[in-house]
């Protein structure tokens, strides 16, 4: 089992900056892929970024490629997502995910586990 737990959410003007952070707990965080989703309110859960075992390879979703950024820290068990000139559809419910996959994964179900989200909004 692993455990996820995101933060760093909030309310950012349109162009501003937000960094998550997703602590993980459990078995080796450095076993698994760490992916972000979000979801707004009425949408699917869209894939946004992720990042490979080592750190190494990371894949993003059209949407925010050049935007976003992410990268982790096995050492200390977290995996981040720095956002940067964020715009209004970009406010969602933010979720780390873990998944077991050697392969990209970009899928929802292709990921094991999950954090609870948080909430990213931005205002114009």
């Known amino acids: 089992q692993v455990q996820l737990v995101e933060s760093g959410g909030g309310l950012v003007q349109a162009g501003g900056s937000l960094r998550l952070s997703c602590a993980a707990s459990?078995?080796?965080?450095?076993?698994?892929?760490m992916g972000w989703f979000r979801q707004a309110p009425g949408k699917e859960r869209e894939f946004v970024a992720a990042?490979?075992?080592?750190?190494?390879?990371?894949w993003y979703g059209d949407s925010v490629k050049g935007r976003f950024t992410t990268s982790r820290d096995n050492a200390k068990n977290t995996v981040y997502l720095q956002m940067n000139n964020l715009k209004l559809e970009d406010t969602a419910v933010y979720y780390c995910?873990?998944?077991?996959?050697?392969?990209?994964?970009?899928?929802?179900?292709?990921?094991?586990?999950w954090g609870q989200g948080t909430q990213v909004t931005v205002s114009s």
């Open positions: 995910a873990a998944s077991q996959r050697l392969t990209r994964a970009a899928r929802r179900n292709e990921y094991d586990y």
């Open positions: 459990g078995r080796t965080f450095s076993s698994y892929s």
């Open positions: 990042i490979a075992r080592n750190g190494a390879d990371r």
